[in-house]
């Protein structure tokens, strides 16, 4: 059982950064895919960005077109700790941020964290 707690939220002007932390219980995180994913109020929970793992030890990242460009999704293998880092942040970000994990076998994402809030003021 994987456990992730997520950090890292808060409240931000527009044009600011943050960044948010996902921290592993699993000493085999560095074979997970990491996910974040987000969800307004009033909208359905949508993914943000995910950096896969690959069996050439590669890590590849892939991200929403809303985030493209502004946000970067990275891991620290020796921490068990994933990061997205948020820059040029939109009122339209505003949002509970969970990050989520799988094994590369996996289709679903089965672990999850209790999310944390950031709210993007104009």
């Known amino acids: 059982q994987v456990q992730l707690e997520e950090s890292g939220g808060g409240l931000v002007q527009a044009g600011g950064s943050l960044r948010l932390s996902c921290a592993a219980s699993e000493r085999t995180f560095s074979r997970y895919t990491v996910g974040w994913f987000r969800q307004a109020p009033g909208k359905e929970r949508e993914f943000v960005a995910r950096?896969?793992?690959?069996?050439?030890?590669?890590?590849?990242?892939d991200y929403a077109d809303s985030v493209k460009g502004r946000f970067t999704i990275s891991r620290d293998n020796a921490k068990n700790t994933a990061y997205l880092q948020m820059n040029s942040l939109k009122p339209e970000d505003t949002a509970v941020y969970y990050c989520?994990?799988?094994?590369?076998?996996?289709?679903?994402?089965?672990?999850w964290g209790q999310g944390t809030q950031v709210t993007v003021s104009s």
């Open positions: 950096i896969r793992w690959s069996r050439d030890i590669t890590y590849y990242a």
């Open positions: 989520a994990a799988r094994t590369t076998s996996d289709s679903v994402y089965h672990y």
